[in-house]
């Protein structure tokens, strides 16, 4: 089985600070992905990379960056944490190709900005 | 650009009853469509996923999706609920060329009357 670890399911942070989400994924997998999920709106995605160091913004990048230096983890940062990032983010993988792969998914990290 | 509605935000049926959760999508050509669950607190599970060929596909813990290209939807159904089935259901479609990219619905919560 696919296994997505989060590094932290639950993290409180202050405005300003930098924050590192950490995700590390045990398939081999080429894509990786970061999410966040707030009510009533679904999942939007964050960043995505398909392979090592390459990374694409996705439909809302602003405040956030991402790091892929090696396969199997795939960091997202805030910059200055904001309230407005207070939310549930989850990190999945997938196998390459062209397409029609299932993303697998992590737990998710419960992050607060205060 | 692809989209999916999930037009039922809450839905409650009662345990041994039918279920039923709609999913509309939007794509000129045949997407990959899949359904995932989400437990509380954790992240998301794939339940089905459907590609090409029959257009009924089995998935696990009893689910079934039907996707019909005439009415763009992909709806997922269960003749009889239980108690643990009570989650966030998500309908995601994904293209070919999309690089494993998905969008996902807004999300149906599901509650079970004992």
């Known amino acids: 089985d696919v296994k997505v670890t989060q590094s932290s399911r639950y993290l409180v942070k202050r405005t300003g600070e930098k924050v590192f989400l950490e995700c590390v994924q045990d398939?081999?997998?080429?894509?990786m992905f970061w999410y966040r999920q707030d009510p009533g709106l679904g999942l939007r995605l964050i960043y995505f990379?398909?392979?090592?160091?390459?990374?694409e913004k996705g439909d809302i990048p602003e405040g956030y960056s991402v790091s892929r230096e090696k396969k199997e983890r795939f960091s997202l940062i805030l910059e200055s944490a904001s309230t407005n990032q207070t939310s549930m983010y989850l990190c999945?993988?997938?196998?390459?190709?062209?397409?029609?792969?299932?993303?697998?998914f992590g737990d998710g990290t419960r992050l607060s900005i205060l | 650009a692809q989209s999916v509605t999930q037009p039922d935000i809450h839905i409650t049926v009662s345990e041994g009853a039918s279920l039923e959760l709609r999913c509309n999508y939007s794509?000129?050509?045949?997407?990959?469509l899949f359904w995932y669950v989400q437990s509380p607190g954790q992240g998301l599970q794939l339940l089905l996923k459907?590609?090409?060929?029959?257009?009924l596909v089995q998935g696990i813990k009893g689910f079934e999706a039907e996707f019909k290209r005439s009415q763009s939807s992909f709806n997922l159904r269960k003749p009889s609920v239980h108690w643990s089935d009570a989650a966030e259901y998500f309908c995601?479609?994904?293209?070919?060329?999309?690089?494993?990219?998905?969008?996902f619905g807004t999300g149906t919560q599901l509650k079970v009357e004992l």
């Open positions: 398939m081999d997998h080429e894509n």
């Open positions: 459907y590609f090409s060929g029959d257009t």
């Open positions: 794509y000129g050509a045949t997407p990959y």
């Open positions: 999945a993988s997938s196998p390459g190709g062209r397409g029609g792969q299932p993303q697998h």
């Open positions: 995601a479609v994904g293209v070919a060329g999309g690089g494993n990219k998905l969008t």
């Open positions: 990379s398909y392979d090592v160091k390459m990374k």
